[in-house]
């Protein structure tokens, strides 16, 4: 018999979480989701305008923090770039809630694809090679050569 695979419910009605619910494999959807609520304890003020953000914890929500922390966004809405001080995406391959925050302040609904890491992704492509029947001795060596050029590319781009 089989099984479904389990699915989480989207909690918002913020587009970017259900861009990310048909992205991302589920463990990762649930991560970014967490970061998603975390978001909606922020508060972000402009420092430059359209460019700098100032993002840090409302008073009321800071109950389990020894200290406030402030986090800088910087964003390029032309290039869709968008970085952190935290590093987040840059660690673990996921937005973090600052940079969340700074796009719903701004109203950015869509996620740049290039936040998408491959590897987080649902869907994998496959790789499926039919072999003709019968292959001369030269074609062998170039099959050879073409799958050995194809994993070296793979393990660069793992």
Same mark, same amino acid.
């Given at each position: $018999?089989?099984?479904?695979?389990?699915?989480?419910?989207?909690?918002?009605? +913020?587009?970017?979480?259900?861009?990310?619910?048909?992205?991302?494999?589920?463990?990762?959807?649930?991560?970014?989701?967490?970061? &998603?609520?975390?978001?909606?304890? &922020?508060? !972000?003020?402009?420092?430059?305008?359209?460019?700098? +953000?100032?993002?840090?914890?409302?008073?009321?929500?800071?109950?389990?923090?020894?200290?406030?922390?402030? +986090?800088? *966004? *910087? $964003?390029?809405?032309? !290039?869709?770039? +968008?970085?952190?001080?935290?590093?987040?995406?840059?660690?673990?391959?996921? &937005?973090?809630?600052?940079?969340?925050? *700074?796009?719903?302040?701004?109203?950015?609904?869509?996620?740049?694809?290039?936040?998408?890491?491959?590897?987080?992704?649902?869907?994998?492509?496959?790789?499926?090679?039919?072999?003709?029947?019968?292959?001369?001795?030269? !074609?062998?060596?170039?099959?050879?050569?073409? &799958?050995?050029? $194809?994993?070296?590319?793979?393990?660069?781009?793992?």
């Amino acid at each position: $018999m089989r099984q479904t695979p389990k699915k989480s419910k989207p909690w918002s009605h +913020y587009y970017m979480e259900q861009q990310a619910q048909e992205a991302y494999n589920l463990r990762i959807f649930l991560k970014f989701q967490w970061q &998603l609520r975390q978001a909606t304890r &922020l508060r !972000a003020e402009e420092v430059e305008e359209g460019r700098i +953000y100032k993002v840090y914890a409302q008073q009321r929500h800071s109950i389990n923090e020894s200290r406030n922390r402030t +986090y800088i *966004v *910087v $964003m390029d809405t032309q !290039a869709e770039n +968008y970085s952190c001080i935290c590093c987040k995406f840059q660690k673990d391959g996921i &937005l973090c809630s600052h940079i969340l925050k *700074v796009m719903m302040k701004k109203d950015i609904s869509k996620r740049p694809d290039k936040y998408i890491i491959q590897r987080w992704k649902k869907k994998e492509t496959k790789m499926f090679y039919t072999r003709p029947a019968s292959l001369p001795e030269e !074609a062998s060596a170039l099959r050879y050569n073409t &799958l050995s050029l $194809m994993s070296a590319e793979m393990v660069a781009e793992g």
